[in-house]
């Protein structure tokens, strides 16, 4: 995967982008909208989001990554936690950045989900078809 382009721009439209996708979803028409609700030219959200919606979800992951980070560089308990402690205040952190953009996020993950690409048919299936008992009372 290629490293995302930063720039402050893109911050910007995306943080713009937050409120309109969340009632708009996340489309090329509410990149242009969120481009221009910063003052830019919204024939310019093409080239902040070349991959178009997809994109500026991965940038909204990115900034949200950032942004969290620096609350956790900020935070003066975070260097004493252990592990555990700190995973467990990144996550906290990082769904209470969220919290707020709670209906745009939705809609972020179904627009991924939509397009993944599809299970395998055998998915969950087990490859011996012997029940677990059997074949440890009978090995091969």
Do not use: Q, Y
Request: charged share 25%.
């Amino acid at each position: 995967m290629t490293p995302i382009e930063r720039s402050p721009e893109r911050d910007a439209a995306i943080r713009a982008a937050l409120p309109i996708a969340a009632a708009e979803g996340w489309t090329e028409a509410s990149l242009r909208a969120a481009v221009a609700a910063t003052g830019g030219d919204p024939a310019l959200a093409p080239s902040l989001f070349p991959r178009g919606p997809v994109g500026a979800i991965e940038a909204w992951s990115d900034l949200a990554d950032r942004e969290m980070e620096a609350a956790a560089a900020e935070d003066p308990a975070f260097p004493g936690l252990r592990s555990a402690g700190r995973i467990r205040r990144l996550v906290e952190l990082r769904l209470s950045a969220a919290g707020p953009h709670k209906a745009a996020l939705r809609r972020a993950l179904a627009l991924r989900a939509a397009r993944a690409p599809p299970a395998p048919r055998d998915a969950g299936k087990r490859r011996n078809p012997v029940p677990w008992p059997c074949s440890r009372a009978f090995p091969n």
